[in-house]
């Protein structure tokens, strides 16, 4: 219809709000000024409104200007999403899936794959080393097809469980709790946490610092945000407090100066392949995905605990 503005057009009058000059704004979108404010009349006449009030001084936006300036950058968002995911449609195909996942897990993982990739060739894979930021973002914006990480994760994410851990609490060996064959959450009441940044999930947050603890006690945080294992491990040996980990933190990241500590009223951890709910899934994750559910049905607690191994060792 002839009648309806143009993404274009509502780009234009975006630009002409952040700048409040034609002459600025036109330049900066790389076009003459006549034509840029014949553009900004041609949308008022679209939309039945004066959206600008011009004078020989200033440039302001009226009130309908104002009013409709949030529905107009939620327009051209929506058009960029739709041009976005266009995009990815049309992408050939590729036979490479990225995952991301900690560093220090990503030996172990290579060889989960690698050794069930024996007998069922997969794509290729390509790893990306991310934090407990990066595993929530990097899948929704596209950088990784998936994450394999520790839960919870959002709403947003579709999940495949591939095994579970039991939680420790990770304290420097000077503390006179690090000799202990174990603890509880009421024993380390006193020690504060190594904190989170506020860019990480509440619910994830929440859960890797038993927060509040089973008596409604808030938890306390240090002033750190550590977002990696490597820097959590790294304060708590420096003493600045204690972070919960993994057990498979004991195999894969052993380091001088701590100790781990197994807490015996924590409910054990999900380890997850985590892929984005709204992307398609292409032929070359789903064959990953394939050989991670046939892996995943070997890694119930009953069996890891029977035979001895880890979630990310091969059956």
Not at 100 to 129: F, M, N, T
Not at 174 to 190: E, F, K, Y
Not at 223 to 243: F, I, K, N, P, Y
């Amino acid at each position: 219809m002839t009648n309806e503005p143009s993404a274009h057009q509502l780009r234009l009058l975006l630009v002409l709000a952040e700048e409040l000059h034609f002459g600025r704004a036109a330049k900066r979108v790389f076009i003459s000024q006549p034509a840029f404010s014949r553009q900004i009349r041609a949308l008022e006449g679209h939309l039945g409104v004066t959206l600008v009030e011009r004078s020989t001084r200033q440039v302001r936006l009226t009130r309908a200007g104002e009013a409709l300036l949030p529905h107009m950058r939620a327009a051209v968002d929506a058009v960029e999403d739709l041009r976005r995911a266009a995009e990815e449609l049309a992408r050939p195909p590729s036979d490479r899936v990225v995952i991301g996942s900690y560093i220090s897990a990503l030996p172990a993982l290579r060889i989960l794959l690698d050794e069930l990739r024996k007998d069922l060739p997969g794509p290729e894979v390509e790893w990306r080393a991310v934090d407990n930021i990066e595993q929530v973002r990097a899948p929704l914006d596209g950088e990784v097809d998936a994450v394999i990480c520790y839960g919870p994760m959002p709403a947003e994410f579709e999940t495949l469980r591939l095994g579970s851990d039991a939680r420790f609490a990770c304290l420097p060996d000077a503390h006179p709790l690090a000799g202990r064959a174990s603890v509880t959450l009421a024993d380390l009441a006193d020690l504060p946490v190594i904190g989170f940044s506020p860019q990480v999930p509440r619910e994830y947050r929440a859960f890797w610092a038993a927060d509040p603890r089973p008596d409604g006690t808030p938890v306390r945080y240090t002033d750190h945000t550590a977002t990696t294992l490597e820097d959590c491990v790294s304060l708590c040996s420096l003493g600045h407090g204690t972070r919960l980990i993994t057990e498979s933190s004991l195999a894969l990241m052993p380091r001088p100066g701590v100790r781990f500590v197994p807490v015996t009223d924590l409910s054990p951890c999900a380890a997850l392949l985590a892929w984005p709910a709204s992307r398609p899934v292409s032929p070359a994750f789903d064959a990953i995905l394939a050989l991670l559910r046939a892996h995943a049905r070997t890694t119930d607690e009953d069996t890891l605990r029977r035979t001895g191994r880890r979630w990310w060792n091969p059956a």
